[in-house]
């Protein structure tokens, strides 16, 4: 069964850092584009970052790029989200997603099979 768990999140004071994890169990057969995305209590779930299998092309959306890297390691099933230079507007819940197909590196939502439950990230001003 394919499950992702989402560990990291919590509350830090702006300009600090915090590092997400995704552990991803049941995609073993295949080799997944792994997402993290986020969202805020009435609004959309938002892209983020995703990353390729090979990892050598990362994707940014504009409000996070040169302040989060997204970074993977396969041999144990992992994704990675460093986040620095956190700001009140990156406080959500941070969600990781993954594309088991062959279909290339997506940013929305509908381009994403599996999801975590996701991990609170508050960022205080």
């Known amino acids: 069964q394919e499950q992702l768990v989402e560990s990291g999140g919590g509350l830090v004071q702006a300009g600090g850092s915090l590092r997400l994890s995704c552990a991803a169990s049941?995609?073993?057969?295949?080799?997944?584009?792994m997402g993290w995305f986020r969202q805020t209590p009435g609004t959309e779930r938002e892209f983020v970052a995703a990353i390729s299998w090979s990892g050598i092309t990362p994707y940014y959306a504009d409000s996070v790029k040169g302040r989060f890297t997204i970074s993977r390691d396969n041999a144990k099933n992992m994704v990675y989200l460093q986040m620095n230079s956190l700001k009140p507007e990156d406080t959500a819940v941070y969600h990781c997603?993954?594309?088991?197909?062959?279909?290339?590196?997506?940013?929305?939502?509908?381009?994403?099979?599996?999801w975590g439950q996701g991990t609170q990230v508050t960022v205080s001003s």
């Open positions: 049941g995609l073993t057969f295949s080799r997944p584009v």
């Open positions: 997603a993954a594309d088991p197909s062959a279909r290339g590196v997506g940013t929305t939502r509908s381009a994403y099979n599996y």
